[in-house]
């Protein structure tokens, strides 16, 4: 009989049959036309000091999967004890599984962090992240780690943690560029899958490297053209740059917005990825340096009656007011954007649903603490400057 039970609840924790339970004080819809929001997860739930780092996919299937860190003593990066969990929704957000541990930490230097999530051609999940030392205290002797680990089952499992530190930096990298730097990390958030021309199917992260004279950190792109079984490491794509997401254009050009304290930074490649151009700055997106996210919604070589890209980022110089910006000319310019989330509030992952609705998971500090947030936003609340265009279906 204790056999039966230990199995069940083995099942509960690890394969998320359990569902995450809701809060007394939340509604299914807020609103009559179908914006709602959900604490998922606050300081002290399931025995964690602290909740960060947003990373949300909607899958081919329809479904939604989230990443985030367990930061179980306190609200600190990596060195520290950190474990990385999922959860899955099937119903566009309104209910939750329970967490499934991906990667469980073990004590300082032994933790794991800033997930980052993308979709394979094959239907493969692949989740990449950091481990072990701290990003600025890395070394080659002891370094701050690099993972990749794969779902066949859509998240509800994941498989063997697999090391690439060395393949991207340090004596041993592939790249001549990485014997330059000491450190490494994923951007965390959502990884991209390329849709268009010879290089269809290549999955590909931003990465943020740090030289190993300064602390000024450089931004590479890790990618794959099988899968995520083999990576590559493109040509330097942004100098002085952090935290940085990507985006396939209608063109077949790639485009890449990092992180920087005042305007946002930027670059074009136009070749898969493998080299970058001049890179330049948004004036228009001068904020906080913080992480945000970039998310395709329409597409004219898809169909649709305008291109329309959207970038999540707090619209202020302070950790505050993440709000959704927008671009109609494919990322060269920036309108005024739509406020998502009031006050003090952090890093934010974006995801298209099926509906054309637009999922957020985001930070938000209401008391100085990091609570984690879904928010599911039709798609005509966010366009508040153009009259509603026709999306193809």
């Not at 859509?154 to 498989?159: F, K, L, N, Q, V």
């Not at 952090?242 to 074009?268: C, V």
Request: aromatic share 10%; hydrophobic share 35%.
């Amino acid at each position: 009989m204790k056999q039966a039970i230990l199995v069940l609840l083995c099942l509960l924790t690890h394969v998320g049959y359990a569902q995450m339970p809701q809060r007394p004080s939340e509604s299914a819809d807020t609103r009559p036309n179908g914006f709602f929001e959900r604490c998922l997860f606050a300081p002290g739930d399931y025995g964690s000091a602290n909740w960060r780092i947003p990373a949300i996919l909607c899958l081919d299937d329809g479904s939604l999967l989230i990443a985030c860190d367990r930061r179980k003593y306190n609200e600190s990066d990596l060195p520290e004890d950190i474990d990385i969990v999922t959860c899955r929704s099937d119903d566009g957000g309104h209910t939750w599984s329970a967490p499934v541990t991906l990667a469980q930490g073990g004590g300082k230097k032994h933790g794991y962090g800033d997930a980052a999530l993308v979709q394979c051609a094959n239907g493969d999940i692949i989740c990449a992240f950091a481990g072990g030392n701290g990003y600025f205290q890395s070394t080659e002797n002891d370094p701050i780690r690099t993972y990749i680990c794969r779902s066949r089952d859509g998240g509800r499992t994941w498989g063997k943690i697999e090391e690439v530190t060395f393949l991207l930096w340090g004596s041993r990298a592939i790249h001549d560029a990485g014997k330059d730097y000491r450190a490494c990390f994923f951007s965390s958030g959502n990884g991209l899958r390329l849709q268009r021309g010879v290089h269809a199917g290549r999955i590909m992260f931003a990465v943020p490297m740090l030289r190993k004279d300064a602390y000024i950190s450089d931004n590479f792109v890790v990618y794959s053209d099988d899968n995520g079984h083999s990576w590559q490491v493109s040509a330097l794509a942004y100098s002085g740059g952090d935290e940085a997401k990507l985006m396939e254009l209608t063109d077949g050009r790639l485009l890449l917005s990092t992180r920087q304290n005042g305007a946002r930074g930027y670059n074009h490649s136009d070749d898969g990825g493998d080299t970058w151009g001049v890179q330049g700055q948004w004036a228009e997106m001068t904020t906080n340096a913080c992480n945000g996210d970039m998310l395709r919604v329409m597409a004219t070589d898809r169909g649709d009656s305008i291109n329309l890209l959207m970038h999540s980022i707090p619209n202020s110089m302070q950790r505050e007011d993440v709000s959704i910006f927008l671009s109609y000319d494919e990322g060269n310019s920036w309108e005024q954007p739509t406020l998502l989330c009031e006050g003090p509030s952090v890093y934010s992952s974006l995801t298209l649903l099926r509906d054309g609705s637009v999922g957020v998971f985001l930070e938000k500090n209401p008391t100085g603490a990091c609570e984690l947030w879904y928010q599911h936003w039709p798609i005509t609340d966010l366009l508040p400057s153009k009259a509603i265009p026709k999306k193809n279906h």
